[in-house]
């Protein structure tokens, strides 16, 4: 950790110091070879030891596994319709656009019977890149995972925010949705999925089932919605990179057509799993990013005030 401390030290130092200079940043960052000092360590290290965004113009560089977020802003911790949990992770961070999203989504949410808004979870670290512990994604700050259980109290303090969890909806490992889940969160779903902003939205399997069977008007919407491992607490939106970037790769898109058939044939793999292949290559262990795995614009990201 010493040498983390003194990596963040040397890369405050070689930030922008001038008031003016920080005003006229520019919107695209140009790419930087990556300094001896970022060479060989780890970039979890570096990007989770930034407490603060850089005072980039905003900005999402590279893929959501593989990126950056430059000029981040921050979710208000608690607002009037919904509350960032587990603050002491630090990742309540994500492109304006991101935040947008967030706050309108909680405002519909609390049109909802028995929700006031939202209990919002991982968002990104301040400057983005990847975590120290957690997710491959949600690193260029437009990744956000949104709790699937009814906020009702908005006043909670910093420590219930830590210990009070959500609640899972699934039942069968993933195959049906249990007693939880209500019209409520169908409804929460579909108006994040018809966002326009919206790319996709992971939920468990059982879930999107069960959305497919109790949808009865435009069902467009559930194209975006795709089954997932887990994602039975919360369910995770991926937005499209913003208009006018550059430097943003794009999500691909779903398949065509409403999904409900291969989130059947999901629910069909978890009930009755298929024999392992024997001829199947093991798994790679998976290695750690460096930043020569990033865009170059990522060390500008880190090297800014």
């Known amino acids: ?4 401390a003194t990596l963040v030290a040397s890369l405050t130092l070689v930030g922008c ?48 596994a593989k990126g950056c977020l430059a000029g981040g802003a921050a979710l208000p911790e608690s607002g009037p319709t919904w509350q960032a949990m587990r603050l002491s992770r630090n990742r309540n ?6 935040i947008d999203f967030i706050q309108d ?41 949104i709790w699937l259980r009814p906020a009702g109290d908005l006043t ?3 420590a219930a925010r830590e210990n009070i969890s959500s609640i899972s909806m699934r039942r069968a490992s993933g195959a049906y949705t249990n007693g939880n889940w209500t019209r409520a969160h169908h409804e929460i779903v579909k108006a994040a999925a018809k966002d326009p902003r ?12 069960q959305m497919c069977k109790d949808e009865t008007g435009d069902r467009a919407w559930l194209r975006k919605v795709r089954p997932w491992w887990g994602h039975h607490y919360h369910f995770h939106v991926r937005l499209n990179c913003p208009e006018n970037t550059n430097g943003c790769v ?11 058939a291969e989130a059947e044939e999901w629910v069909r793999n978890i009930l009755n799993p298929p024999p392992p292949d024997p001829n199947a290559p093991k798994p790679k262990p998976r290695r750690e990013l460096t930043m020569a795995d990033l865009p170059r614009q990522c060390v500008a990201v880190l090297q800014g005030q």
Request: glycine fraction near 12%.
């Open 198 to 209: 919206t790319a996709r939205i992971f939920i468990f399997p059982g879930a999107k089932v």
């Open 93 to 98: 961070w994500g492109h304006p656009e991101t």
């Open 156 to 158: 909670l303090n910093r």
């Open 17 to 64: 110091t001038d008031t003016q200079e920080r005003a006229r940043a520019p919107g695209i960052l140009s790419s930087q070879s990556i300094p001896a000092s970022m060479q060989g360590v780890h970039a979890k290290q570096l990007f989770g030891a930034h407490q603060r965004s850089s005072e980039h113009a905003p900005a999402a560089y590279g893929s959501y």
């Open 250 to 260: 794009e999500q691909a898109a779903p398949p065509p057509g409403d999904g409900c």
């Open 105 to 145: 989504l909680s405002r519909n949410a609390a049109k909802q019977p028995g929700w006031n808004g939202l209990y919002v979870g991982d968002i990104s670290q301040p400057r983005g890149g990847p975590m120290l512990s957690g997710h491959r994604s949600h690193q260029v700050g437009l990744d956000a995972d």
């Open 1 to 4: 950790m010493r040498r983390i």
